[in-house]
C-alpha cells in the first residue's frame, strides 16, 4: 500500500497498551495483590481491548498482517469480554454479589471450560511466535512468553483453579499461577522495550534500541 494511502503506524500504542494489561493480569496471578482486585481490572481490559481492536483495524488497513492478527487475537479474546465476564462470575459472582469462592480458596464454579478455551490459542499464539522469528528474535520472545505464560494458567484451570486465598486480602498462591504471572510481567517489560524502540523508529527514522536479528528468513 503506498504511503500517500496509508495510516501511521499503531504498533507502538499496541505494545504500550499491551504492556499495561499484562502487567496488571500478571500481578494478580503472580499473587503480588489480593485476588478481589481482580474486580478493578474490567474497566482497565475494557479500554486495552478497545485499543487494541482499532489498532488490528488500522493495520489490517495497512496490510500489515501480522501485527494485526497478534493485536485482533490478544485483544479480542486475552483482553476481550470473556475475560471480564470470567473475572466477575468467579471473584463477584451471579446473581450480584453471590460469593463463589469456596473455603479452600478453590472457585466453586468449575473452570475446566476455560482451559479447553486456552489450547487453540496456545497454539495460535505458538504459530505467531514462530513466525516472529522472521522479524527478530526479541519480538518471538515477546509472543513465546505469552504462550508459555498462556500454558501454565491453562494448567491451573485444569486443576480447578486452586490457590486462591479467602477473604479481602487473600492472594493467589499456586505454582501455576504464579509462574504465568512472571511470565506476564517479563512480556510487559518486553513490550515496553519493542514499542519505545519501533516508536523512536518512526519519530527519528534511525534504529535508535536493537530490536534484534531475524531467527530465520
Do not use: H
Request: charged share 5%; net charge neutral; hydrophobic share 55%.
Amino acid at each position: 500500500m503506498s504511503e500517500q494511502n496509508s495510516w501511521a503506524n499503531p504498533t507502538p500504542a499496541a505494545l504500550y497498551a499491551q504492556a499495561v494489561g499484562v502487567f496488571g493480569l500478571g500481578a494478580l496471578l503472580a499473587g503480588l495483590v489480593p485476588a478481589v482486585d481482580s474486580v478493578l481490572m474490567i474497566p482497565w481490559f475494557c479500554g486495552i481491548n478497545f485499543v487494541l481492536i482499532v489498532c488490528s483495524i488500522i493495520q489490517y488497513r495497512n496490510n500489515e498482517l501480522y501485527g494485526a492478527t497478534v493485536n485482533l487475537l490478544i485483544g479480542a479474546i486475552f483482553f476481550g469480554s470473556a475475560n471480564w465476564m470470567s473475572l466477575l462470575t468467579k471473584f463477584v459472582g451471579l446473581p450480584l454479589g453471590a460469593p463463589v469462592l469456596g473455603i479452600l480458596g478453590t472457585a466453586q464454579i468449575p473452570v475446566l471450560v476455560e482451559g479447553y478455551f486456552n489450547i487453540p490459542l496456545i497454539i495460535f499464539i505458538a504459530i505467531l511466535g514462530y513466525l516472529g522469528g522472521r522479524l527478530s528474535w526479541l519480538i518471538s520472545a515477546m509472543i513465546w512468553f505469552i504462550t508459555l505464560a498462556v500454558v501454565a494458567l491453562t494448567v491451573w484451570n485444569f486443576l480447578g483453579q486452586p490457590g486462591i486465598q479467602p477473604g479481602i486480602g487473600g492472594s493467589i498462591i499456586n505454582i501455576w499461577a504464579n509462574v504465568s504471572g512472571w511470565m506476564l510481567l517479563a512480556t510487559g517489560v518486553l513490550n515496553l522495550y519493542v514499542g519505545t524502540a519501533v516508536f523512536m523508529l518512526y519519530l527519528t527514522g534511525k534504529l535508535t534500541l536493537p530490536l534484534g536479528k531475524p531467527i530465520f528468513k
